[in-house]
């Protein structure tokens, strides 16, 4: 099927409705030439095009610590919606992840 669409911040809006079967597959995509900034070697290793960091190993350390943290939190996460009472630094980790799906949400990444 051929149809047309509009790619408006990382996500392509079709002008014609469609459902889909699958919520995931591959398409072909022609995008004119004056319309791309940098290209990637399509012949390289795709994790290649994801950016790496090289962290320090207190930056290390401070993540290992949040996620030990938020490993914490998670383990009884559900199990009594009603009566589970958060320290204030733990309702601050749920804000941040709460406005961090958000934002995903809105750039129609996955969360």
Do not use: C
Not at 56 to 68: C, K, Y
């Amino acid at each position: 099927m051929q149809t047309e669409a509009l790619y408006k911040q990382g996500r392509l809006e079709f002008f014609t409705p469609i459902k889909f079967i699958n919520q995931q597959f591959r398409i072909r995509v022609d995008i004119p030439d004056q319309e791309i900034a940098q290209t990637y070697d399509h012949h390289s290793d795709p994790v290649d095009v994801f950016r790496t960091y090289d962290l320090s190993p207190d930056a290390l350390a401070i993540a290992e610590q949040i996620r030990q943290e938020m490993f914490e939190i998670s383990a009884d996460f559900g199990s009594n919606d009603e009566e589970m009472d958060l320290t204030e630094k733990q309702k601050q980790y749920w804000d941040v992840f709460e406005f961090r799906s958000r934002l995903r949400h809105d750039q129609g990444k996955p969360s």
